[in-house]
């Protein structure tokens, strides 16, 4: 398996563990455009110099749009009827849970995107901020899975369960989401019991760490997909976070200076740091 990490001096692409700058370079938007980004980066290899591990690693997107999709396991649609039943919302979470059309969202442009090792933030105008680790689908612009990655999705319980049509404040904004640390190049999504694996550090003590694995989500990968490309167009291709079955306790959040790790096996670890 190849893995590629965006970097200052431009992607590298990393094989059992030695990593190589590519000739010629290779672009984010060009892996994405491609019919089969895995000849890219094996053909790019014949010619590219072994090199040192990355010291800093950049968020692997260019003009990718990230997206996520809500309410695919369990946990999520527990805690999300229970932070919003005072708001008379709760009853939406189950039904969207077992509805043909799955929740989908906007999430992020690359800009808003923290990198690895980088800092997340939590907004200033909510009291209760939680992580939400989700495995990642980096589909090209024909909406054909290439890859995948680690994704953060922060978010505002508070203002979500204030009211369900609040969702694009407590979701979108500033550092509102992770991606990292690599771009894991395939074309089948790994096997079910792949765990996702997620631990915050406050002060270098655990707070909160939890698991699931990617058999626990309701929806199919490819369903989520390709209701996501439906009547919508992304030249760049995108990434598509695919929801998380790992949600803190209720007298849980997040506090500035934190560190949460997100671990999926085959593809690493993101690291990033609350502000």
Known sequence: M?????????ILIERDGKFFQPVPPL????????????????????????????TRLLAPIQSQEVWAAGVTYFRSRTARMEESKEAGGGTFYDKVY????PELFYKAAAHRVAA?????????????????????LALNSAGRLIGCTIGNDMSSRDIEGENPLYLPQAKVYDQSAALGPCLLLLDTPPPVETTIAIEILRAGANVFAGTTTLGQIKRPFAELAEYLF????????????????????DAFTLASGDEIRITIGPIGTLVNTVV
């Open 2 to 10: 190849l893995k590629l990490h965006a970097t200052p001096a431009g």
């Open 27 to 54: 672009s984010w938007d060009g892996i994405f455009a491609s019919a089969d980004p895995g000849a890219l980066a094996a053909t790019a290899l014949t010619n590219a110099t072994e090199t040192a591990p990355p």
């Open 98 to 101: 077992h509805a043909p059309r």
């Open 116 to 136: 690895p090792g980088g800092q997340v933030r939590i907004r200033r105008d909510s009291k209760w901020n939680v992580p939400e680790p989700e495995f990642t």
């Open 230 to 249: 439906r009547d919508h167009s992304f030249p760049h291709g995108c990434y598509l976070m695919t929801g998380t079955g790992i949600i803190p306790p």
